[in-house]
């Protein structure tokens, strides 16, 4: 466990965990992207191929890589944050917060690959910085998020209706 998902010795209410799996699939794909691109546009150069290839096209082969690399770690973005006030959530580039007197359920559903905040009027929020591959981190994960929606939704309903 890293120091992002523990919670803040300062403040134990407060948790931050994201997907530990999905980074080192996607970080280990962004290098090998950007090492085969390098490598095709090294090679084009050498061997003859019946199409002349100049340096602008080698550069131009290198930082396609390069850009897709950083498609895929887009992925690496999922978190959620958990507070006194509500939960954070980031899946891939949009950010939602929402305060635990929204947040009716937090649930990990049979065949999903990954939690959801269950919302009123059907709604949903999913969560994929706690994913199925995660195994016990994502167990876990969803214990930690659970005590906190237990001990701060009762609490938001508690001072909403008074």
């Keep these: 466990m890293t120091m992002a998902e523990a919670p803040h010795a300062q403040n134990p209410g407060r948790?931050?965990?994201?997907p530990?799996?999905?980074r080192w699939v996607a970080w280990i794909s962004a290098i090998v992207l950007v090492a085969a691109m390098t490598t095709v546009a090294v090679l084009l150069r050498t061997e003859s191929?019946?199409?002349y290839f100049r340096t602008a096209?080698?550069?131009a082969i290198v930082l396609l890589g390069v850009l897709i690399a950083l498609g895929v770690l887009v992925l690496t973005l999922a978190r959620v944050?958990?507070?006194e006030n509500g939960v954070e959530v980031r899946n891939l580039l949009i950010t939602r917060t929402v305060p635990w007197s929204e947040v009716l359920?937090?649930?990990f559903p049979?065949?999903?690959r990954w939690a959801r905040l269950e919302l009123p009027d059907d709604e949903y929020l999913p969560v994929s910085a706690i994913q199925l591959v995660d195994g016990q981190r994502a167990v876990a994960a969803m214990a930690r998020l659970r005590a906190l929606h237990a001990a701060y939704h009762s609490a938001a309903h508690g001072s909403s209706e008074s």
Excluded: S
Excluded at 15 to 18: A, L, S, T, V
């Design 15 to 18: 948790i931050e965990i994201r």
């Design 20 to 22: 530990l799996r999905v």
């Design 49 to 51: 191929t019946g199409v």
């Design 57 to 59: 096209d080698q550069v």
């Design 81 to 83: 944050r958990a507070d």
């Design 105 to 107: 359920e937090v649930r």
């Design 110 to 112: 049979d065949g999903e």
